[in-house]
């Protein structure tokens, strides 16, 4: 009789998104009259830029010739987009990263769900409070993350690093030493950032503990402040100590195309074993490649147009960021985020919990968003509002919110 992997099992409740699906499905329902705006969900709604669009064309194209055709992608990903994202994001910086350390995928979500698995069962993960869910519950399915303690809504084996409005939404070098530690930076979901002296501070532990931190820079488009770093290379001493995550999903508009990354340089090494090795193996064996037409339009992603159509599309959200960030501090809402990410982190009002104010956003502004709470503990009395819709959407939300 077969048996099922019991890891599973003990993944708490629903998925955020579900229920939120939920809610709003049956508030539809009732009230079939009322416009919904949907701020919750983080996914784009621009349509991909143009030089994206002719680049995709042209691989395709491609396809149906012999001579063009191209079947299988080498292990690692097409060397014309590897060469494209070392010089682009990373040489021209100043990083020592090669097209050899770069390993290209279908998204970030996938390769931060996968990279645990090249690590012992029984390291020890510190993951911020709030989180990528993603981090957490794929641990949980590979059974690192000990019992669930449902009051406190955390794992036992787990270090939780809370960010809140007393830490300025960054966390704090944790008490209990880690073996691996995710960062997000920009931060989904509070919208926060650390400068690069803080994030050396991380570089400097990690490396004196023997710790890896996986940096998810998924939202590194969306800087606007100087002091904040773009990748993680940009500290001195990540390459002993630091993989990347890297997608095109925020950048570029790839979330339906799909396109990513994880940065692997050759210097991490636990004992005498690269980490790059085991990824490497783990791809071959595991993987078969982006497909070409879409690494083509990556490519695009760092030709002289692609590069003014994209930050064009960052300013559009960006200006949207603005409207909610703005118009909920006149409201007299606290808020933060929205500088350098994409994601508003208001705290709810009158001491409403993050589901209260969500249903009460969602029966008197006919707005969605997305509570804190789903996030994890620290996330409670916060509720987060994404840039990714249209404008006159946005700009709409916020009357309506201001008008409460
Ligand atoms: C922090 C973070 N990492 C990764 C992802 C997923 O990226 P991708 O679309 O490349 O899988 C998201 C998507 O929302 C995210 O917020």
Redesign the pocket.
Known sequence: MFRVNEDYLKLPGSYLFSMIGRKVAAFTQANPDKKIIRLGI??VTQPLAPAIIESLHSAVDEMAHAETFRGYAPDLGYEFLRKAMAENDYQSKGCEIKADEIFIS???????GNIQEIFAKDNKIAVCDPV?P?YVDTNVMAGRTGSYDAGTETWSDVIYMPCTKETDFAPELPKETPDIIYL?FP??PTGSTITKPQLQEWVDYANKVGAVIIY?A??EAYITEKNVPHTIYECVGARTCAIE?R????NAG??GV???ATVIPKDLKAGDVMLHSLWARRHGTKYNGAPYIVQRAGEAVYSEAGKVQLQEQIDYYMRNAGVIYKGLKDAGYNVSGGVNAPYIWLETPKGMTSWEFFDYLLEKANVVGTPGSGFGPSGEGYFRLTAFGSYENTAAAIERIKAL
Do not use: E, M, P, W
């Open positions: 983080g996914d279908d998204g970030a979500k996938c390769d931060s990528y993603v997000c931060n989904n998810d998924a939202y995550l997608s095109f999903s925020k790839f979330t799909r396109l990513g």
